[in-house]
């Protein structure tokens, strides 16, 4: 069974930073592709940023030049550091792994979600 565990969130001022870590367990980390996404009160989960199993990343166009996704295949750990944060990107985190094909990512497995806030 894939277990997705999220930390790292919290309250940060606009400008400040947080890194965000999602450890997983439960089958072979090493060739899945892995995704953050995000949800604000109202709106729609959104993707944020995703990573393949070989290392190659995608960004939503709103976190590009400010986010980073990476992972850790020996750790089981895939990890988003979020720099120049804006009040629009509170949300709720969550980390997924799916499959990636066909240029696309798709999400099988979530974890429970972690709570940024970014306000002064």
């Known amino acids: 069974q894939v277990q997705l565990v999220e930390s790292g969130g919290g309250l940060v001022q606009p400008g400040g930073s947080l890194r965000l870590s999602c450890a997983a367990s439960?089958?072979?980390?090493?060739?899945?592709?892995m995704g953050w996404y995000r949800q604000a009160p109202g709106k729609e989960r959104e993707l944020v940023a995703r990573i393949t199993s070989g290392g190659s990343t995608n960004y939503a166009d709103s976190v590009k030049g400010r986010f980073t996704i990476s992972r850790d295949n020996a750790k089981n750990t895939v990890y988003l550091q979020m720099n120049s944060l804006k009040p629009e990107d509170t949300a709720v985190y969550y980390c997924?792994?799916?499959?990636?094909?066909?240029?696309?990512?798709?999400?099988?497995?979530w974890g429970q979600g972690t709570q940024v806030t970014v306000s002064s």
């Open positions: 997924s792994r799916g499959t990636y094909y066909s240029s696309s990512y798709y999400p099988h497995y």
């Open positions: 439960g089958s072979i980390f090493s060739g899945n592709a």
